[in-house]
């Protein structure tokens, strides 16, 4: 079989040692001759790097491991790359987070204006890694990307290079997926759902095993204890930390409310964002949850592994290291396998505009995804989901034009701010916050 030179941007994540891990685990799916590390930050992916080469070295020596700063050392005739830039890092991630808290307003990493700043920031260097990759990559190369934030990641990339083979991917419906199976006590493999939406902003319609739409049965489970088992240790690392439990038993409220589909957790901030306010703590955010937790583990591994010799986590895989290797997998070997990912609309739900990037179950083939036919999608889903899809579509726009006004537009009209009066004093206070990395706003 074939064997591929994969490259990963944003090679000093969290998640590498994971995804790698993964990787190892499919090496007979997709046999891999070289992987190389790309980072803007080379002492941050250095480290990372090390874990990372601890794991593969339990698998292999015949993988060529490669760390880089230099685009064309990372990329040159790469068959796939995995992007998964954070870019501004944990710092900025944080002020994302309290900036609209202090405003008393939703502070969140993908969703209202700390999900607006972080598209501010991300579209560029994405516009970047594209072209590093077509002038470098095989001319069939496919970026797979988690960066986020991946509904505005996906605009930006349909309007400012709309011919790149970038699939866009999120593990929360398969997360939320795995919650379900665990609930109903099947493997999540056997479960088919149908699901619409935008990235973070989306319901699942059927939850069927075996033939049998199950939907009801967790809707009474939810009733109960939300989206999760009764035994919690069930869940996977990926979401074990409290602030993702709450989240989970959150769905119970989202529930109560709306009870006829299974809703993404995000909505949360959405349907909820004064409970979210009022729950949340302004000087401690998720971001210091991920510093304190993952990050900081990551880093304490590393050292000691360099000291001892030993690898005290194990980096268990997770959902979200399985899903982007189970994508892959399927595009290199034109699978044709059936995964809830984002696409343009074109008709799939004909009452959305056709260039919404949309995120539905499609056909991972190696030209990309081909969407399931969903139909026409009820008022109050559309009416939510154009507001929502205007607020990005626009903030885009902002970002081409170097607009303010827009960007003013794209924050009012986002459900999780109350007023103009609001957007504008938070849009504010963000842009000073950002000003390395924002486009200028006139
Ligand atoms: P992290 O901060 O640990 O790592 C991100 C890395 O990206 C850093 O090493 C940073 O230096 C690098 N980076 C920043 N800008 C870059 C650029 N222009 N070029 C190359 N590298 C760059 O972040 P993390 O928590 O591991 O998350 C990584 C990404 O995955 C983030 O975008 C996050 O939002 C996303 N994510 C997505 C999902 C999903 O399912 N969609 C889930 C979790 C995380
Ligand atoms: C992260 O992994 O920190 C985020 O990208 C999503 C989350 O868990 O908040």
Not at 19 to 38: A, G
Request: aromatic fraction near 10%; include cysteine.
């Amino acid at each position: 079989m074939k064997k591929y030179i994969l490259a990963v941007a944003g090679g000093g994540s969290t998640y590498t040692p994971g995804i790698i891990r993964s990787l190892m685990d499919r090496l007979e799916d997709l046999p891999l001759s070289e992987i190389r590390f790309y980072d803007i930050d080379g002492a941050r992916q250095s480290k990372v790097v090390v874990a990372a080469k601890a794991v593969i070295a339990e698998y292999t020596d015949s993988i060529l491991v490669t760390d880089t700063t230099d685009p064309q050392t990372a990329f040159e005739n790469a068959d796939f790359v995995f992007a998964q830039m954070r870019v501004g890092k944990y710092a900025l991630r944080e002020l994302d987070e309290k900036i609209p808290l202090s405003h008393n307003v939703v502070g969140q990493e993908t969703c209202g204006p700390g999900g607006l700043a972080y598209g501010l920031r991300t579209i560029a260097p994405m516009i970047e890694l594209i072209d590093y990759v077509e002038q470098y990559a095989k001319e069939t190369a496919w970026i797979v990307n988690y960066s986020n934030p991946a509904s505005i990641v996906a605009e930006g990339v349909r309007k400012l290079r709309p011919k790149a083979r970038v699939l866009n991917i999120c593990d929360m419906p398969v997360a939320t997926m795995r919650n379900i199976a665990a609930i109903l006590g099947v493997e999540r493999e056997e479960l088919v759902v149908d699901y619409f939406g935008l990235n973070h902003f989306g319901w699942f319609t059927r939850l069927e095993v075996d033939g049998i739409d199950r939907l009801a049965e967790v809707r009474e489970h939810v009733y109960k204890h939300g989206l999760l088992t009764e035994d919690v240790s069930k869940i996977d690392y990926r979401h074990a930390d409290s602030s993702w439990i709450k989240t989970f038993k959150n769905i119970k409220l989202i529930m109560d409310h709306f009870p006829e589909y299974l809703p993404n957790p995000y909505l949360q901030y959405y349907l909820f964002p004064d409970h979210i306010v009022e729950t949340s703590n302004k000087d401690y955010t998720r971001a210091n949850e991920v510093m304190d937790g993952r990050e900081k583990t990551l880093f304490e591994t590393v050292e000691k592994f360099e000291e001892t010799g030993i690898l005290e986590d194990s980096f268990a895989v997770g959902v979200h290291g399985t899903f982007i290797v189970d994508v892959t997998v399927s595009i290199a070997q034109n699978l044709g396998k059936r995964y809830v990912v984002m696409t343009e609309n074109n008709g799939t739900i004909p009452n959305l505009p056709a260039d919404a990037m949309i995120e539905v179950p499609a056909f991972i083939t190696a030209d990309g995804p081909k969407p399931e036919f969903v139909g026409d999608i009820p008022y109050f889903y559309k009416a939510m989901i154009e507001q929502q899809l205007a607020s990005e579509k626009i903030l885009v726009e902002a970002i081409i034009e170097g607009s303010y006004e827009k960007a003013l537009q794209a924050f009012t009209l986002n459900k999780t701010l109350p007023s103009a009066k609001v957007a504008k004093a938070v849009l504010d206070d963000l842009i000073a916050a950002n000003k390395d990395f924002w486009p200028t706003l006139n």
